[in-house]
Antibody
Framework: QVQLQESGPGLVKPSETLSLTCTVSGGSISSDSISNYYWSWIRQPAGKGLEWIGHFYTSGSTNYNPSLKSRVTMSVDTSKNQFSLKLSSVTAADTAVYYC????????????WGPGTLVTVSS | DIVMTQSPDSLAVSLGERATINCKSSQSVLYSSNNKNYLGWYQQKPGQPPKLLISWASTRESGVPDRFSGSGSGTDFTLTVSSLQADDVAVYYCQQYYSTPYTFGQGTKLEIK
């Protein structure tokens, strides 16, 4: 059973870069058995709906939401079974619970989610 | 981007009664090549991540009670809870994965009357 866990600072100052890591357990990001999975980041402001930030494939292919594309970078560290999100030039509008998640393939539902981590942007 | 619109925004139903949530997409999410609708339904309880209930518009995920069912095709979809239980109180979201960026409906809050 794959499990995902987000980690990172809970408070980020405006104009700085938000950095989060997702640790995958119960399976390897780069193993043959899960090489076809897509790894996503999704966020949810308090009391509001869900926004897909983007996803990447273990081969290095990425796909970002155009609304955030200029500020987003996703990467993977297969040696640590982790993948990461960086969101630059943050404002208060980026305050949200951030989820890491998995899809079985491109254009597929999101079947595993991390518990989420709250990131607040404030000085 | 494909816009997903759910109705109603909130819904109160008596225990044991039927609950129906609608979802409409701004363009079809049906791939003609495989006749599959790229539409999922999620349940989110307070303080928890969303949980996938229904994929491909009508395929119930493993372990999901059979009182949950999904229907529809093209641009119009429905999630039905046939007999509401107290544990079903949650916010429900539809999501299209027909094209990126994936988009979600605004959510429907389901409560007990």
């Amino acid at each position: 059973q794959v499990q995902l866990q987000e980690s990172g600072p809970g408070l980020v100052k405006p104009s700085e870069t938000l950095s989060l890591t997702c640790t995958v357990s119960g399976g390897s990001i780069s193993s043959d058995s899960i090489s076809n999975y897509y790894w996503s980041w999704i966020r949810q402001p308090a009391g509001k709906g869900l926004e897909w930030i983007g996803h990447f494939y273990t081969s290095g292919s990425t796909n970002y939401n155009p609304s955030l594309k200029s500020r987003v970078t996703m990467s993977v560290d297969t040696s640590k079974n982790q993948f990461s999100l960086k969101l630059s030039s943050v404002t208060a509008a980026d305050t949200a619970v951030y989820y890491c998640a998995r899809s079985s393939q491109h254009l597929a539902p999101i079947d595993y989610w991390g518990p989420g981590t709250l990131v607040t942007v404030s000085s | 981007d494909i816009v997903m619109t759910q109705s109603p925004d909130s819904l109160a139903v008596s225990l044991g009664e039927r609950a129906t949530i609608n979802c409409k997409s701004s363009q079809s999410v049906l791939y003609s090549s495989n006749n599959k609708n790229y539409l999922g339904w999620y349940q989110q309880k307070p303080g928890q991540p969303p949980k996938l209930l229904i994929s491909w518009a009508s395929t119930r995920e493993s372990g999901v009670p059979d009182r949950f069912s999904g229907s529809g095709s093209g641009t119009d979809f429905t999630l039905t809870v046939s007999s509401l239980q107290a544990d079903d109180v949650a916010v429900y979201y539809c999501q299209q994965y027909y094209s990126t960026p994936y988009t979600f409906g605004q959510g429907t809050k389901l409560e007990i009357k």
